[in-house]
Nanobody
Framework: QVQPVESGGGLVQAGGSLRLSCAAS????????MGWFRQAPGKEREFVAA????????YYADSVKGRFTISRDNAKNTVYLQMNSLKPEDTAIYYC???????????????????WGQGTQVTVSS
């Protein structure tokens, strides 16, 4: 099993950048598909990005494509979310999620990820 812990959230101005980190316990981190989700007040939790075990294949929500980059360092048991050109609508709690092995089609849904972090707040001011 793996226990994700997010960090790096905070307050940033619109147009700025922020990098989130997710450190995961366990010795089999490289066997997990990792994802980022976010939840704004009054809205459901939505998919942001995901990365497969190798770190080479990635997936993005249309709303963040071209602005956000997901990556991982398996030697450090860490996945990152680099967020550029931030907008006020990016304000949300960001969650790191993990699933052992691969995902067949459902990388974008919360139900595909059994393991979740506690979240980190990202606030983008205008």
């Amino acid at each position: 099993q793996v226990q994700p812990v997010e960090s790096g959230g905070g307050l940033v101005q619109a147009g700025g950048s922020l990098r989130l980190s997710c450190a995961a316990s366990g010795r089999t981190f490289s066997s997990y598909t990792m994802g980022w989700f976010r939840q704004a007040p009054g809205k459901e939790r939505e998919f942001v990005a995901a990365v497969r075990q190798s770190g080479i294949i990635t997936y993005y929500a249309d709303s963040v494509k071209g602005r956000f980059t997901i990556s991982r360092d398996n030697a450090k048991n860490t996945v990152y979310l680099q967020m550029n050109s931030l907008k006020p609508e990016d304000t949300a709690i960001y969650y790191c999620a993990a699933r052992y092995g691969g995902i067949s089609g459902g990388y974008y849904t919360t139900a595909s990820y059994p393991y979740w972090g506690q979240g980190t707040q990202v606030t983008v001011s205008s």
